[in-house]
């Protein structure tokens, strides 16, 4: 499995045990609205005390993730994985994080982190069923992206094409998406290796399901 899709499936085994507690010491100190809703600086930024709770977004590729304490660093191998929260996840060509009061988010080489109007949102929320499907057969295309491999002769644009649908599938499969996390996670294994699922020619029925299976479920939810 390539690096960063690996990355992100560690990231996803974490937060599976792990969930947002805030205490009351957390509650905001100022009126929500003075707090900032964007982040131009990497940092340590605590939710409802330095900026306002809600869905953000990055443009590029970047890292961010939020914890139930500000001393929490997700490089470090000894830190409590308890702490752990979530870790922003690529939707499309924005990074996406979802941060709620008591908890501290923390970013690294991104630009510029902004809160999403609740009204108007620019990205897909991959929790949800119309979301998830809007990465995998919507604008996103990682469905039909993925269709396209295995290559003859794999190019090295073909191999980040190949990490960056990845990446987007496990979007959905973190999420937790109950009609869309199995057949895409079986999407990332057949990505891993593609030649690996041709049988005489054909893909694999395993790899043709989970196509079948996100197209049944997403018939409603895309245009």
Known sequence: ?????????????????????????????????TLTTT?????VYAVGKDIK????????????????TKDFDIADDDADEDAFIAAAMPVGDLQRIELHNGEFFTSRS???????????????????????CEILVGEGRAVQ?????????ESAADKTLRSTIQDQL?????AGNPKLSDPAGQLVD???????YVED???????????????????????
């Open 201 to 223: 020619g054909t893909l694999a029925p395993i790899v043709l399901r989970a196509f079948s299976d996100i197209r049944k479920a997403c018939q409603d939810q895309v245009d």
């Open 145 to 153: 992206e993925a269709l396209g491999f295995p290559r003859k002769k």
């Open 190 to 196: 057949f990505l891993d290796d593609p030649d690996a």
């Open 110 to 132: 991104c630009s510029t982190w902004t809160l999403e109007d609740s009204t108007r949102p620019v990205s897909a929320d991959p929790a949800s069923l119309a979301g998830g």
């Open 39 to 43: 982040v131009t600086k990497d940092g």
């Open 53 to 68: 709770p809600g869905v953000y977004t990055a443009k590029g590729e970047c890292g961010a993730f939020s914890a139930s």
């Open 170 to 174: 496990f979007t959905v499969v973190s």
């Open 1 to 33: 499995m390539k690096k960063t899709a690996c990355v992100i499936a560690s990231i996803a085994v974490l937060a599976a045990g792990c969930g947002s507690s805030a205490s009351s010491s957390d509650a905001p100190t100022k009126p929500v609205s």
